[in-house]
Nanobody, 115 residues
Framework: VQLVESGGGLVQPGGSLRLSCAAS????????MNWYRQAPGKERELVAT????????NYADSVKGRFTISRDNAKNTVLLQMNSLKPEDTAVYYC?????????WGQGIQVTVSS
């Protein structure tokens, strides 16, 4: 299983970023996908989840109405559109999935929200 995140960077408060996760090594269309984040000195937090077919999504209360998770099963890609970003969204963001009982993580990508 390989998960590779891209699209992070530095953005001003109120701005937008779109994270992408390219997946391989497992039947992507059969797996729910998750985005987590971890800020300095804090525990890792589940941000958003999408079901295998994309018909069901869930979000942390802290990002509801601002973030949107989606997936393209033809391209083995899961996206996280982040709008109205706040300084407290600053963290390393991770793509994650469970497959055959194991948790699999990407390497993480930094998102920094600062003026």
């Amino acid at each position: 299983v390989q998960l590779v995140e891209s699209g992070g960077g530095l953005v001003q408060p109120g701005g937008s970023l779109r994270l992408s996760c390219a997946a391989s090594g497992f039947p992507f269309s059969r797996a729910a996908m998750n985005w987590y984040r971890q800020a300095p000195g804090k525990e890792r937090e589940l941000v958003a989840t999408i079901s295998s077919a994309g018909g069901s999504t869930n979000y942390a209360d802290s990002v509801k109405g601002r973030f949107t998770i989606s997936r393209d099963n033809a391209k083995n890609t899961v996206l996280l559109q982040m709008n109205s970003l706040k300084p407290e969204d600053t963290a390393v963001y991770y793509c994650q999935t469970y497959w055959r009982g194991y948790g699999n993580w990407g390497q993480g990508i930094q998102v920094t929200v600062s003026s």
